[in-house]
């Protein structure tokens, strides 16, 4: 009788721990993928319908998964991306669709734990829609934006993806609505402190936008070929 109680114990130990494992595999790899996806779209090779169905996949995989952190999390990462899919082939009503699950997911995800990325991700999503949805909604959400992103910075010094998305809405923000072309630019070269290739692309790409708007070419040239140096292919390049 002891030894079959023993034999049980040690059969529900190892389906337990199988278990854990298996559900920690399944988080890595959906990791995985996201960032490849996210890689190749920056990259510019893989074809925007690949792209689209990868991370539907995605999606359709995270859906499936009890609610967590991370689930919305890489959901409202994988809706951002296909809004800039979107953004990029003009189709500006898919793109706010996306867009606004992006933020909702991110805002979902704060249920659960407040991380500096997060923050971050629900800003860059405001940013969006604050360019495509009207000046209306930009008057009532561009304070929110800013504070989501002073949020993230403030959570994390050297979340340097967010000091980025700190640069675009300087550069982009009226004056009146808290616009600063010189505090966009200290953003951005705080930003290039990252060791990321897709951060560093970020900011070389909104420094050349920026001194587009101080119209000096040079300079304009100079961050253009910084930009092209990581990635050549961008679809940045093509909106």
């Known amino acids: 009788m002891r030894k079959n109680t023993i034999l049980f114990l040690v059969i529900i130990i190892v389906f337990l721990g199988s278990g854990q494992f298996g559900v ?135 979340n340097y993806n967010a000091y980025n998305s700190l640069g675009i809405i300087y550069l982009q923000a009226p004056k009146i609505g808290g616009g600063d072309i010189n505090k966009s630019e200290e953003a951005f070269n705080k930003a290039l402190n990252s060791d990321q290739k897709i951060d560093n692309f970020i900011s070389y790409y909104y420094l050349a936008k920026l001194y587009e708007k101080k119209e000096d070419e040079n300079i304009v040239e100079n961050y253009i070929k910084k930009a092209k140096d990581i990635f050549p292919d961008s679809y940045y390049f093509r909106k």
């Open 24 to 158: 920690k595999a399944i988080d890595n790899n959906l990791k995985k993928n996201y960032n490849e996806v996210e890689l190749n779209f920056f990259r510019g090779k893989t074809s925007l319908a690949d792209l689209e169905a990868k991370l539907n996949n995605l999606i359709g995989e995270l859906n499936n998964m009890d609610d967590n952190y991370e689930k919305f999390y890489y959901r409202g990462k994988s809706n951002f991306i296909l809004g800039e899919i979107a953004d990029i082939q003009d189709k500006k009503e898919e793109a706010i669709n996306y867009y606004e699950s992006a933020q909702k997911s991110a805002e979902k995800a704060m249920e659960y734990e407040e991380k500096s990325d997060i923050y971050n991700l629900a800003g860059k999503s405001y940013i969006r829609l604050l360019n495509n949805k009207g000046a209306f909604y930009a008057i009532s959400n561009g304070q929110r934006t800013f504070d989501l992103i002073n949020k993230a910075i403030e959570l994390d010094k050297e």
